[in-house]
């Protein structure tokens, strides 16, 4: 049956639609494109976003995953037809053709490896043994050579020659910032164990005094007590995560906060407000706990009388607020500005390590706000965000 004048008219409709559609699209991206200027700014663009797109992947350092993606970015940024990239103990990766000579490539780049000079191999026997040339750069983190990037394309000029041991310049900047990355997270860690040593002494022997100046007076205190000792030891020394919830280290004050109200009695009361939207923010795990134990230690325990302490957690937008408050002996302010630079030593170390680790996972607008003064109590606040990729309770 021959096609009726209709169907044949939606089909040249739907055919010239389409058409309109990718000229209007081709139009777009040509015209985005021209909007980049001259030929050298667009040059500059596209070499910037394979250098970006290429240092997502180098985060993390050299390793297999993070370089094999990297690769393709690093060697459409060269041009030429092959890129590798190793460390000291073999090829992380390949892209491009003259895969064979893969199992070669380390005996090709000991010498550059040992010696940290670029080395340029001809095509041929008497080089890489392939039709491709290559220029193997090494990669320097600080003085040491931690890989090579080997480029290989028919010839190796001058220009492939200095562009090589650029892209191998970059890379090693990008494994510099990976290194100092992971000793930031080393040295949080060694300031949690700090902290953790700093407990174990001091609050340790206090509590178990505690605790046995009620085994004879009153049995099922001490038995609850020592329950609460032991939960509290728990999460203090657990050996997983650098961070928490809100709601895991408010726990542990309660805990902490029963423990000292068995030393000092009534001396020590506290009051508590929590939002109950901010429970589950995630913070650095024994951040609250230290100021608490300010509170207590510097605030209250030279005080003569009952002391008060008020722990407020509040909703404040994108951020969790919260509060420690007590009506203690207070501090110098001068001073304390001076121990939480780093100046002197002092009694409240817990202050500066809980400070020095808030800024160096939020930065600096995120340390403590200290409000004090001799005879005054003392003011805590700490503003964490609510939202924080990559950091898992």
């Given amino acids: 049956m021959p ?13 010239a639609l389409a058409i309109a559609v990718v000229v209007a699209v081709g139009l777009k991206v040509l015209r985005s494109f021209r909007d980049l200027g001259t030929d050298a700014e667009r040059a500059t663009y596209h070499t910037l976003h394979a250098a970006s797109q290429a240092g997502q992947h180098l985060r993390r350092g050299l390793n297999p995953a993070g370089a094999a993606k990297a690769s393709r970015h690093l060697r459409t940024l060269l041009g030429c ?4 990239i190793t460390d000291t103990s073999g090829v992380l990766a390949w892209d491009g053709t003259a895969e064979e000579m893969k199992p070669r490539l380390m005996d090709l780049a000991a010498g550059v490896l040992a010696g940290g000079r670029t080395a340029v191999l001809p095509p041929g026997p008497d080089g890489t043994g392939t039709g491709l040339a290559a220029v193997i750069a090494p990669v320097r983190a600080d003085s040491r050579v931690v890989g090579v990037v080997a480029a290989f394309a028919p010839s190796a000029g001058a220009g492939l020659v200095r562009a090589a041991g650029e892209v191998a310049d970059w890379v090693a900047v990008q494994v510099e910032l990976a290194e100092l990355d992971s000793s930031r997270t080393l040295l949080m860690e060694a300031e949690v164990r ?5 407990i174990s002494p ?3 022997y206090n509590s178990l005094n505690a605790i046995a100046s009620f085994i004879n007076t009153d049995p099922a205190r001490a038995r609850e007590l020592v329950v609460e000792f032991a939960d509290f030891t728990r999460y203090s020394f657990r050996r997983h995560g650098d ?3 809100l709601a895991e280290e408010l726990r542990c004050i309660d805990r902490y906060l029963l423990l000292e109200r068995a030393r000092f009695g009534e001396r020590v009361q506290v009051s508590l407000r929590v939002a109950p ?3 589950s923010t995630v913070i650095p795990f024994l951040s609250l706990q230290p100021l608490v134990e300010n509170a207590v230690r510097h605030g209250l325990e030279a005080k003569e009388g009952p002391g008060h302490i008020t722990i407020t957690a509040d909703d404040a937008g ?3 607020q919260v509060t420690i408050e007590d009506d203690g002996v207070g501090m110098d302010p001068a001073q304390l500005t001076s121990m939480l630079a780093g100046h002197i030593d002092g009694d409240h170390v817990g202050l500066r390590n809980v400070d020095a680790r808030l800024r160096q996972v939020y930065g600096d607008a995120h340390g403590l706000v200290i409000e004090t003064a001799p005879g005054e109590g003392t003011l805590i606040t700490m503003r964490v965000p609510k939202s924080q990729p990559g950091h898992d309770a």
């Fill in 202 to 204: 001091h609050f340790i």
């Fill in 194 to 198: 700090a902290l953790r040593a700093q």
């Fill in 243 to 245: 961070f928490t919830t």
């Fill in 3 to 15: 096609d009726s004048p209709l169907l044949t008219a939606a089909a040249v409709a739907v055919i």
């Fill in 81 to 84: 037809d092959a890129l590798a």
């Fill in 318 to 320: 994108a951020y969790a």
């Fill in 277 to 279: 939207e901010v429970l």
